[in-house]
């Protein structure tokens, strides 16, 4: 994989991180079971972020080796293959708990994007 090809990978980790973590601000772990949307959506975008993990090359992954990707390459397997046996206790840590710390943790190594430039 090219860095380039990381880069993207690593940017959407972030992205779909950022997102579902905003989703569950202000939120319960009851929504999870009240609102079928929410749940739906927080699912799907943990796993987008483990399915980006996986397409990280294995040099990338071996230098920052602070991030742990088996195991968000292993909760996006468990969600997609064992979808009737989700806990959503642990789904929400994870929204809750973990995913600030890897937001903040890809925050440091995705570099900021490029705004176009503004023609005259």
């Given at each position: 994989?090219?860095?380039?090809?990381?880069?993207?990978?690593?940017?959407?980790?972030?992205?779909?991180?950022?997102?579902?973590?905003?989703?569950?601000?202000g939120?319960?772990?009851?929504?999870?079971?009240?609102?079928?949307?929410?749940?739906l959506?927080?699912?799907?975008?943990?796993?987008?972020?483990?399915?980006?993990?996986?397409?990280?090359?294995?040099?990338?992954?071996?230098?920052?080796?602070?991030?742990?990707?088996?195991?968000?390459?292993?909760?996006?397997?468990?969600?997609?293959?064992?979808?009737?046996?989700?806990?959503?206790?642990?789904?929400?840590?994870?929204?809750?708990?973990?995913?600030?710390?890897?937001?903040?943790?890809?925050?440091?190594?995705?570099?900021?994007?490029?705004?176009?430039?503004?023609?005259?």
């Open positions: 994989m090219s860095r380039r090809e990381d880069a993207v990978a690593l940017r959407h980790m972030l992205e779909h991180a950022r997102e579902a973590y905003e989703m569950a601000r939120k319960r772990r009851r929504d999870l079971d009240r609102d079928r949307k929410l749940n959506a927080l699912v799907r975008l943990l796993e987008v972020i483990g399915e980006a993990a996986n397409r990280v090359s294995p040099g990338t992954r071996a230098r920052y080796t602070y991030i742990p990707w088996p195991e968000i390459v292993g909760l996006r397997n468990r969600l997609i293959h064992g979808y009737d046996a989700v806990d959503f206790d642990i789904l929400w840590k994870i929204i809750t708990h973990d995913l600030p710390l890897l937001i903040s943790e890809l925050e440091i190594i995705v570099p900021p994007e490029k705004k176009p430039r503004r023609s005259s």
